[in-house]
């Protein structure tokens, strides 16, 4: 018996389960490509597959149902891979382990990748369920929408025919979501001279973990911490202080997860042995002050380890640390005309040193008005360029303008009112969604974004919550039965 198989709807969560089993990282979902051309083939339903490697899978309308509008499905295949330190977990080749706690579906050390498992698994679910009497259903899973979205991006308008779109891809139940901010990805490269190591100097490990880290889009606002920042405040303070010479500084993982780790190896004159371990300690409470209750489990450690080869030259190390302590991270504007809703943030996502004396950052802005987003990726540019890095930005993806009057939202809310007695909220949200890039291709869709409720998406903490999947997949099935007839 499957751990899932005890769990409504059962459909539902078997192949969630199934899912679970299957690595499927950012660009790298070739064996769910393949299992979802193969679950086509075994319920005799046609397939298609595009040049991105976005699947379509089609059922027919049932018997009555012919003069339904097509529905379009959609999901996206991959799911962002984070895990907790030294978990001996492989993204090429291991299963995620889910659990059950407390109403929840958790995943052992690692993200659950219910964004968006679980929207996958809806799909096949009402493919896979003769019984289930529906006009056609296009189900659209697309590709790489966690690191670029280039799936959508590269949609071709005639790979779908429906005119109704229901994006599976939201992460609180009892809110329709009908926007969504854009965003642009810019990376920045710096060179560095690598220096000998002067001598009478001891070496240290620093390390920063515990963080919450989070969705980018969706958690910016919350105030967690951003290991980047941290780490690169306090190396800055110890390369004022203690001539603090950088080998290695590392953190952060993937665009649009706020970095929960960071380390790094630093080398200081024997003459302030004690004085980098003090200073270390110092920061950390000051740290666990200004954070209290926000990130409990944050903690840096400090170790003598052995000497590298090399550091990074001072000249270069300075300005690298005085741009990421300068560069914007967070919320940087409210909306005036939504309450609640982040218009512009920007997340610095990672930082990383390469084999070529190089050190790579990578940023990622989101906002709802694009002139905003345009200005902060200058603001971010000039940080860095002026220092004499080398600054890129992406094509980056268009925002979901809300349409207020959308005839499958009148539909969906009076579902959801009809099946639970009570108003579901209407919203645009932060995070970006492939629907405005969908839009952008073909502007007669209709389309709402809904989904079960998952907290802590982006991080090893993600959690799935077991009763609104029920209420999900008894609103969609309640959706796709009020369908209008063309």
Known sequence: ???????????VWRYFEEICRIPRTSKHEEKIRKYLLEFAKQHNLPASEDSAGNI????????????????????????????????????????????????????KGTTLGADDGIGMAAQLALLATPELKTGKIESLFTVDEESGMTGAINLKPDFITGRILLNLDSEDEGIFFIGCAGGIETTVTMKYDPVPVPQESNAYKIILTGLHGGHSGDEIHKGYGNSIKIMSHLLLELTKKYEAGISIFEGGNIRNAIPREAFAVITAPHTYSGYINNSVNEYYKLLTGKF??????????????????????????????????ECPNGVI???????????????????????????????????????????????????????GAIVKSSDGYPGWKPNTSSEILEIAKSSYKKLFGKEAQVRAIHAGLE?????????????????????GAHTPEEKLEIDSVDKFWTLLLDILQNIPEV
């Not at 007669?444 to 809904?450: A, L, N």
């Open 333 to 387: 504007k409210w909306s005036e005309e939504m309450e609640d809703l982040v218009e512009t943030s920007t997340n610095l996502a990672s930082v990383r040193f390469t084999e070529e004396n190089t050190v790579r950052i990578v940023t990622s802005q989101r906002s709802s008005v694009d002139p905003a987003k345009t200005d902060l990726v200058k603001q971010i540019t000039d940080c860095f360029s002026s220092r």
């Open 435 to 455: 629907c405005g890039l969908i839009y952008e291709k073909n502007r007669e869709i209709d389309m709402i974004s809904f989904g079960p409720t998952i907290k």
């Open 1 to 11: 018996m499957s751990l899932l198989s005890s769990l409504r709807p059962q459909v």
């Open 56 to 107: 379509l899978i089609v059922k027919p309308a049932s018997p009555g149902f012919e003069k339904k509008e097509v529905v379009i499905l959609q999901s996206h295949m991959d799911m962002v891979g984070e895990k907790l330190a030294g978990h001996p977990h492989n993204w090429y080749t291991d299963p995620v382990i889910p659990y059950i706690t407390n109403g929840w579906v958790h995943a």
């Open 292 to 325: 209290k209750t926000l990130e409990p489990d944050i903690r840096i450690s400090v170790n003598k380890v052995p000497l590298p080869e090399f550091i990074m030259d001072s000249a270069s190390q300075v300005k690298l640390l005085e741009a990421l302590n």
